[in-house]
């Protein structure tokens, strides 16, 4: 949305009230001139596997939504930039746990792939026997028992995380490390 002469307003309430009324110069400005580099900042941060603008999108659809509900909850003593910077970044967060949470929930579709999962091939079954034994021998105990967990049983990171008593991020840093050595050390064959 590109305009010719630029939005000025007066005052935050002013400004939610031509949002509210639906003023293309206020979301302009709400999206692509004032607002845009605290929104893509806020998203980036938030939600960083997820393309910027289509957060920015489903942003708008979000305050939008219902004649504009979530802004007319706006306190009018806060200065609107910095609510917008909490609102945005909580919903940033959300839609992006949200999305990760769908993934784990689609069901194999394809016709070639439910066969692959189901069949149980022999090479499979190769390949996880090779898998569990290099776990065997993949040291320290924790990190074998944190592959395990999340690689062969599928658990929750989060629920991992908090049995090992780490954060999910570091969880995930102790998966990447070890996984790395797995593979250097005993599946050569499989990394090419």
């Known amino acids: 949305m590109k ?7 007066i005052s935050d309430q002013q400004l939610v009230a031509d949002l509210m009324a639906n003023d293309e110069r206020a979301l302009a400005c709400l999206l692509y001139d004032r607002f845009r580099r605290l929104l893509r900042f806020n998203a980036m941060k938030a939600a960083p596997n997820v393309p910027v603008d289509d957060l920015v999108q489903e942003l708008y659809l979000y305050l939008s939504d219902g ?38 929930q689609i069901p194999i579709t394809n016709l070639e792939d ?3 999962f189901n069949s149980g091939t022999t090479q499979m079954n190769h390949i996880m026997m090779d898998i569990q034994r290099g776990l065997a021998k993949l040291e320290p105990q924790r990190d074998r028992e944190i592959l395990t967990a999340l690689l062969l049983h599928d658990e929750e990171p989060q629920r991992v995380a908090d049995r090992f008593q780490v954060t999910v991020d570091n969880l995930y840093n102790i998966k990447r490390r070890a996984l790395a050595r797995l593979i250097q050390k005993h599946l050569k064959d499989y990394a090419n």
């Open 3 to 9: 305009l010719l002469a630029k939005y000025h307003y």
């Open 67 to 104: 004649d504009w509900a979530r802004l007319r909850r706006y306190d009018s003593s806060l200065p609107f930039d910095r609510w917008l910077s909490v609102v945005s970044y909580r919903f940033f967060k959300d839609f992006s746990a949200r999305m990760i949470d769908s993934r784990r």
């Open 114 to 116: 439910q066969e692959l």
